[in-house]
């Protein structure tokens, strides 16, 4: 068998351990992030599907528990794993989420090919990672729950692999009930949900096309044009490539659905900003068909993938723009009876489909995205609505965002948990916060506000 990269895979070596120990190299050294799935990657493509299932499980698990296996594996090492060849490091780390958490997995099939894998390019390090996991497998488990026992930031981080700072933080914001849960929530597999486009189809013929290709399909209630799914990878099917769907969260589907309700009915101008890759914009163009809508990035190069996105969806009347949503645009002045900000955020409600991101943030990244998202929402009419949706939970990047705003008395709050019942926010019922896993896989802040001084139409 041939590895990635051109080189032979060493012999006897399971095929799906073989290409994720080659994508935890890939990750490792910034050649690629991990989101939703690793059945993207490379390193997969060659694999059957059983074997690819298998890998991208090696690789998601890995890298998601990666907090509980690096504190289990030094207490049998004397030095800091952090310190470890990063080669034999990957090998550890594979073996051991094997080991730990993987109850189908032989150990001696974990122990005996991160052996091989590490004594190929670290020959003398093979008895050390021998020894090492041979510890993981008899104490492993006994050890990940004494250091993960006990009510500490340090306990929740080994027990549910999540730096301190993070936990600390959700604490704080949600209590420690609730962030137990987002946090739990976030160390399983995503489900997978999509968003059937009326633009091309009808939810009847797009269910009966995906069935044919292999999936399978239900409804989400609340959601008219949510499918979850289950089955192959979305992006290479036809009912993909035709724009019948998109990838696209129940968070994200009830921002959209909010937005577009803040919209009255005929024409209108709405403005989405931070638009790409273009899901909600996809959204809004369905639900909106006599909306002016205008869309912008600040990357350009995500601005022609949003453009090639709307193409796809049958969306291609929006304008597309690249600009700094940041930066003072008196043309947009009070110019749009709608404005939809998704604003660039830490992330920490997409903890489960984006595997990498907890140990790729920083303490300081949800300061520094709090600040971005304080500009005035000039772009809105008197009268127009204000969106505010983000994919996090924190308060700093939520209700200390929109409260500023609220204080100059120039906006008003509609009422949005009396539109989506159970998901209204626990300090703030006006305003929605989606927690995982009541409300899916993805946690979400969404606030609509109307601006004062118009005549307040009648939406939809």
Known sequence: MSSPEGREAPSGVSPARAAAFAALRRLRTGGSRLDDSAAGLPELAALSPADRRLANELVTGTVRRRGSIDAVVGAYTRAPLASTDPEVRDALRLAAFQLLFLDRVPAYAAVDDAVTLTARTRKKAAGFVNAVLRRVATEGRATLEELGSGDSARAWSVALSYPVWMIDLLRHDLGDQVARRVLEAGDVAPERCLRVNRLRGEMATVVAGLTEEGFTVRGVDGLPDA???????????????????????????IAGLVAAGGVA???????????????????????????????CDVDEQRAEGLRANLVRLGAAAVDVVCADALDPHPEWDAAFDAVLLDAPCSGLGTLASRPDLRWRRRPDDVRRLARLQRRPAAAVKPGGTLTYAVCTLTRAETLDVVEPLLATGGWEVEDLGAIWPGF????????????????????????RLRRRGGAGPTTR
């Open 227 to 253: 499918l979850l799914y289950d089955g192959p990878p979305l992006q290479p099917s036809a009912a993909f490539r035709r724009g019948l769907v998109s990838a696209q969260s129940r968070g994200s589907q």
């Open 265 to 295: 009915a005929g024409p209108a101008t709405v403005l989405d900003l931070c638009a790409a890759p273009g899901a909600k914009t996809g959204q809004l163009a369905a639900l909106l068909p006599d909306a002016a809508l205008l869309a």
């Open 424 to 447: 209204g926010h626990p300090q703030a019922g006006g305003f929605l916060l989606l927690l995982p896993p009541h409300a899916g896989s993805s946690g979400f802040f969404i606030a």
